[in-house]
């Protein structure tokens, strides 16, 4: 994606002109930020990492629980991550299909998709962007 989604193409992370996505954490960005969308990207994924290298939320010894929380990380998890799907279909899936991947990302978005509803894993307004296009592909 870093070929068609650069800093110049997608100062915004945005799902086309209904949806703009800002960032917040506990550490760099206190209160909800602008980012171009690979920016975006890279904050969330190393955001991730973080959370998921904690022991203290993703404990990995038998016997240590997870923390009261842990859904809840987990929902914010995956809204920033389908955000990352809302971008690429609506600006990108031209350039998907140009390299072949159009049945690739489908079936990563539909396995995505099956999970997160079934387990109620985010809240069904986060999910409007790609309402139609799930209605299609997923139903």
Same mark, same amino acid.
Request: hydrophobic fraction near 35%; include cysteine; charged fraction near 25%.
């Given at each position: +994606?870093?070929?068609?989604?650069?800093?110049?193409?997608?100062? !915004?992370?945005?799902?086309?002109? =209904?949806?703009?996505? #800002?960032? /917040?954490?506990?550490?760099?960005?206190?209160?909800?930020?602008?980012?171009?969308?690979?920016?975006? +990207?890279?904050?969330? +994924?190393?955001?991730?990492?973080?959370?998921?290298?904690?022991?203290?939320?993703?404990?990995?010894?038998? %016997?240590?629980?997870?923390?009261?929380?842990? /859904? /809840?990380?987990?929902?914010?998890?995956?809204? =920033?991550?389908? =955000? !990352?799907?809302?971008? !690429?279909?609506? &600006?990108?899936?031209? %350039? !998907?299909?140009?390299?072949?991947?159009?049945?690739?990302?489908?079936?990563?978005?539909?396995?995505?998709?099956?999970?997160?509803?079934?387990?109620?894993?985010?809240? &069904? =307004?986060?999910? @409007?962007?790609? #309402? @139609? +296009?799930?209605?299609?592909?997923?139903?």
């Amino acid at each position: +994606m870093s070929e068609f989604c650069t800093e110049r193409s997608c100062p !915004v992370m945005s799902g086309g002109l =209904r949806y703009e996505y #800002r960032w /917040q954490d506990e550490h760099k960005y206190k209160k909800p930020t602008k980012l171009s969308a690979p920016l975006y +990207m890279n904050t969330l +994924m190393e955001w991730i990492e973080t959370l998921i290298n904690n022991e203290d939320i993703f404990p990995t010894r038998t %016997g240590v629980p997870f923390p009261r929380n842990f /859904q /809840q990380v987990c929902t914010k998890i995956l809204t =920033r991550l389908f =955000r !990352v799907f809302v971008h !690429v279909y609506i &600006h990108h899936f031209d %350039g !998907v299909i140009s390299v072949g991947a159009e049945a690739h990302v489908n079936t990563c978005y539909k396995h995505f998709y099956y999970f997160i509803t079934e387990f109620s894993l985010i809240h &069904h =307004r986060e999910l @409007e962007p790609l #309402r @139609e +296009m799930t209605e299609k592909i997923c139903h």
